[in-house]
């Protein structure tokens, strides 16, 4: 199985390439074992072993049917599509069953509120089979409990209610079959219990779900091998350690996160408040220059408009003067220059990682480079390449696209020596090593796409009129996303997902320069 190659048009990537380069945090990725802790669903099931949501869903007068466009209903369901997503179609997890338990408020005989939780939680199971088919994939199983008292305590006990100590010794020491609800009603001309009646009993009325992973098969598949009761002990261990510093690490972020909110709110007020400041000082200073200038226009803008037309005049002259002398050195001036980087031909190019130069096989490349506004030029890149080498043991798939906009730091029209960059390449990527780091890691065959961005410098040496040597490096950040693949034989089968991030360098030239020139 042979994966497909997406080619970006670069054109299409240049103003969000530059909005990265300024605003992306530049993070190192981390190590391919580590990413699996910052899914936020594996980190809960390997704390907590189930997931768990309420469902509020909104039925008609002694209804149990949900209906989609009742009440609040669609926003339940969409709550709810998130979480079977996440808790139950998610490749990184096993479960073991699926509970759905269903609750009812207070208000009502208690026959028939039992009656009420356990249709509705029935109904849920209805649509959830109907919508996922659940229970043809999980053990389902289906309770319910009427009258959900302890929530009720929970949320009065936690609430401002003036009446709060009173209601909660109703519920604690008055029997349920004995009047603890008319008890409730007749408190204080029953002003508590409205109260609870519309702020506590809708969240009473609900279906929880419960989510129950089987760990031992989560821990088996993410080591890929059988283990015993003790081993998987001492792996849950480890896993709930390393969940539990990056639970650490996140929180930490959170608070600089929070913090740094905090003060680029104050130092956008404070900047407000200065140009208002600024905008006010400049008005007056207006006024104060318009009121005497009124007395020296008449004269003053006479003179002015000749010395600003004997300036331009001469500056125009030596422009002149000066392309005439560049042009009778150099013969031409260059407009547009053809090259190609050697050492791509000869397979040398700094590694993935960005900290070392690595060689693999050549990879067939053109630039062509404008010239501009005497110390401005644009150069435009391609290559490709897709080879096997070392007789086929590695196989080298690349493509990339590169702009660059450079100011060259001697004047004149030469666009020699030295020069410095800014640049943009995106492009795509396939990889068969035998590199012993590969594959430990697992990605020893590897495809997928990437973006890199920074800064160039260099030096073009020139062997005469037209032909040239350029010499430079880039440097930046890059970042590249893609799928392992495990190969048997000749087929192809997807391991895991691969994102990586790196700062460093991303290229060397020593390129061979055609110019084109004018007079």
Known sequence: ???????????????????????????????????????????????????????????????????????????????????????????????????????????????????????????????????????????????????DWGKLRELVAGSDLDEKTEVLMIIDEVDLFKGREKRLMDLNVGIPYHRMEKDFFPLLRRVEITVDYDLRRIIEHRYRRKVSTSEFAELLARERAAVAREESRLDSLREVRAALSRHIREEQVRAREDSLLWVSRAKERRVEVQSEGMEQNKTGNK??????????????????????????????????????????????????????????????????????????????????????????????????????????????????????????????????????????????????????????????FPLGSRLGIEVGARGGWRRSAGKAYDVEGDERYFNHSVKKSRMGLTGLVISLSYRFGRK
């Open 1 to 147: 199985m042979n994966a497909g190659r997406t080619h970006i048009r670069l054109c299409h990537l240049w103003l969000p390439l530059m909005l990265l380069l300024v605003s992306f945090p530049m993070h190192g990725m981390a190590h391919p074992a580590d990413t699996l802790y910052r899914d936020s669903v594996y980190r809960q099931v390997i704390l907590e072993g189930r997931s768990r949501m309420n469902c509020y869903f909104s039925y008609p007068s002694g209804g149990s049917k949900i209906l989609q466009d009742y009440g609040n209903n669609s926003a339940e369901l969409y709550k709810l599509d998130g979480f079977i997503r996440s808790a139950i179609e998610d490749t990184l997890v096993c479960v073991r069953q699926v509970v759905l338990t269903g609750y009812s408020s207070i208000e009502g005989s208690y026959d028939l509120n039992r009656r009420l939780s356990r249709d509705r939680a029935f109904g849920l199971k209805t649509w959830l089979d109907f919508r996922y088919g659940l229970s043809r994939r999980y053990a389902v199983e289906v309770s319910y409990f009427g009258e």
């Open 303 to 460: 003179y002015e408009h000749e010395y600003k037309k004997a300036t331009k005049k001469a500056e125009a002259e030596k422009t002149y003067e000066e392309d005439k002398r560049i042009v009778k050195k150099e013969g031409k001036r260059p407009f547009i220059a053809l090259k190609s980087n050697l050492l791509l031909w000869g397979g040398v190019s700094p590694s993935a990682d960005c900290r070392s130069v690595e060689r693999t096989t050549f990879m067939p490349n053109l630039s062509a480079e404008l010239f501009f506004f005497r110390r401005w030029s644009l150069c435009v890149s391609g290559m490709y390449a897709d080879w096997d080498y070392e007789g086929g043991k590695q196989h080298l798939g690349v493509s990339g696209y590169r702009t660059e906009g450079r100011f060259w730091l001697t004047d004149g029209w030469g666009y020699r020596w030295f020069f410095l960059g800014v640049y943009a390449q995106a492009g795509d990527f396939d990889l068969l090593s035998t590199a012993a780091s590969l594959v430990s890691a697992g990605e020893n065959h590897c495809t997928g796409t990437y973006v890199e961005g920074g800064l160039s410098t260099g030096c073009y």
